[in-house]
């Protein structure tokens, strides 16, 4: 049948080019939008498709069809009540959002072909088009149907120009006279072109240059923080790119600087602003601000380090990020490389040598929940654990941002949790991939919390499937466990629960719980750390929150829990080789990785880090009352900042007594012992207690007793490990603790 039809196919091809009277034409496409014309049921700036109308009479193309596969000619039908009134056009939005006039596919800008079928499949016109440029046309030229040109002068819903470029050749750019960068005093910026014909227009107020901007014709003064955007124009070529470049006057900073440039309608109109409530917010309903909605405008993205040097300075997208958060009055952006905006990744190294190879996105975070009280307590939970457990968590490098040369406080850059990041941090990882977040809806209304487990990238059969296994057998029988461990990277998702319950996350797992595997046999389930920063809550009353209970409730009755979102992790404790593998590591980590001495320590480094910037950033932003859970005020000066830095002081050196004591009633334990380790020789080897790498092969510090210890010696070359000293099975890696012990892991070297 389908052969038949594809031969059907190719016939009304033949049969359509031989007839001239073929009245609707595609008569231009955009194939790269990224700042020419806005759909204004979507807001958003995406590709489109145009048709005409050459006749006297209007023309219902009802269930008419657009494809872009000649083997699938009825892939896209076109809505009902779609006609074009004579010398009429029509414009469909090929975004691949299947709704309204909005296509199943997307145009392709390195080239392809698009046909137009009628109801009976006959082809009324085709296109294939070349290599397009973002935010040029091709279409046909006025009064020539059968020409086809590029124009820079995009005509959407009009009569396309009589003039126009067989290829595109854009005019050289701008030259120049200084770089951009900080500047101790006022200057002058000359422009220049390559030809003394070229003319070139520019702009100061983040605004993309047209022929209807500044002509330059002297030099520009620049006596405080400027952008300048400027193209040139040359007879017979394209406008060439804008070229944007920020100057700083008399600013002094000590983190790295990110210069946003944008158009301010982007930012602030009504109608399409992405930073305001918007002209159709209705007051208490969230969810109808623009900054709600995912919207991504253009912008310009100049980075430079703490030296003041240029890192990187490129076109990009950014739109609105997070839940809640977005009402505070500084947002968090998520910014975009992207090909349409001519780059298709980040180049440069955004955290340092821990940088991935490739960045597609990042953040720029105004802190979540915690906006303004400490500014870096989420990213003192990644902090503790990268580098240092196996868990997937986000790096950091906090900044000041200025828009549009206005200074807008400190952000953090954080990764963006998507596929990409996945795709960075892991080799052998395709695009191959599913992920999994918890979705929670909060009604507007009366606050009742409603969601669900659903797929963000890929399907979510696998998870099904996994969730419907343990359903149907109990994951106390070590045979249903040792599935399960097939499909979970126990490990890492014990390292991932440790982690939670030190910090005592508050806004989880209903919410802000992502996990992802690879869809081969051989993946397996990893989540992700983010968005933890209503952990460390302030405050010594709140220490003794028991986040084993909130982690494991069965309801939502006093601990918010949702029992979807934590239905695996409950089942899993059922087994006592998971539970007691997780009662142990905590016990590790709360003497290494979450030790209170190293993680003041890493406190103090943080707070010193962005200590010099606290104050005007407060001057910005402080003493404003947070309009999101749990509505906290950010801090009003730098005094009070120190001291909500404090309660988190005091909840660190707090919480390991806290949290011992808690599983020790949650899972009804004796209690702890002493445990001292160490090597006979350093240079010979060390030890893995519960799978973590002891530095220098020491441990000193509480286990939990009764609950089996899992010790590995680990050789160095040249050395082997003979046995353990201080145990009465010198061989076994396995103990059982009643009271105190010392062991010394024993190694020889090889004959």
Known sequence: MRQKLIMFVIFMMVFAISNSKAQIVINEILASNTSTNLDEQNKQF???????????????????????????????????????????????????????????????????????????????????????????????????????????????????SLLGMKSVIFSDDPMFSKKAGFYEEALNIELSASSATDK???????????????????????????????????ENKIPSKVMTQTYFIKESFSLPVVSLTIDSSYLWDENMGIYVEGKNYIPNKWKTANYFQEWERPVNVEYFDTNGELGFNMNAGVRIHGRSTRNHAQKT???????????????????????????????????????????????????????????DAQLYQPAIVFLNGRYWGIHNIREKINEHYIISKHTNVSSDIDVIESDIDVSEVDNIITGEMKACYGTIDEYNKMIKFIENNELSIKENYDTIKKWIDIDELINYLATQVYIGNKDWPSSNMKFWKNRDESGKWRWILYDTELSFTKGNKFVSFDMLEHMLAKNADYYATLPWSNYLFRKLFENDEFKFEFIQRVAVYLNTVFESDHVLHIIDSLKTNIEPEVERSLNKWGGLQQNAVPYYITSKNQTTWEVNVEYIRNFVRNRPGILRQSIINYFNLKGTVNLELKVNDRNAGNISLMGYTLAGGDFKGSVFTDIPIRLEAIPNSGYEFEKWKGVDDEKNGVIYLQKDKKITAIFRKTE
């Open 200 to 234: 070139i227009y520019y702009t100061l107020n983040g605004s993309t240059p047209t022929q209807a901007s500044y002509q330059y014709s002297s030099p520009i003064e620049i006596n405080k923080n400027t952008t300048i955007r400027a193209r040139t124009y040359s």
């Open 333 to 391: 952006l998520a910014i975009f490389s992207r090909e349409k905006y001519g780059t298709p990744s980040i180049p440069y190294k955004l955290y340092g040598t821990k940088s991935p190879e490739v960045i597609q996105s990042f953040l720029l975070r105004n802190g979540g929940n915690e906006w303004g009280v400490t500014m870096f307590l989420d990213a003192l939970n990644h902090t503790l654990v990268i580098d240092k457990i196996d868990i």
């Open 46 to 160: 995406v590709d489109w498709i145009e048709l005409y109308n050459p006749s006297d009479k209007e023309i219902n193309i009802t269930k008419w069809y657009l494809s872009d596969n000649i083997q699938n000619p009825t892939k896209w039908e076109i809505p009902f009540y779609t006609s074009i009134a004579p010398k009429g056009f029509k414009l469909f939005w090929a975004d691949d959002t299947n709704t309204s006039n909005h296509t199943n596919f997307k145009l392709d800008i390195e080239g392809e072909s698009i046909y137009l079928f009628n109801k009976d499949l006959v082809l009324v016109d085709s296109i294939t088009y070349p290599l397009q440029s973002s935010d040029i046309s091709y279409g046909r030229v006025a009064g020539k149907m059968n020409q086809w040109m590029y124009f820079h002068e995009v005509t959407p819903l009009k009569e396309n």
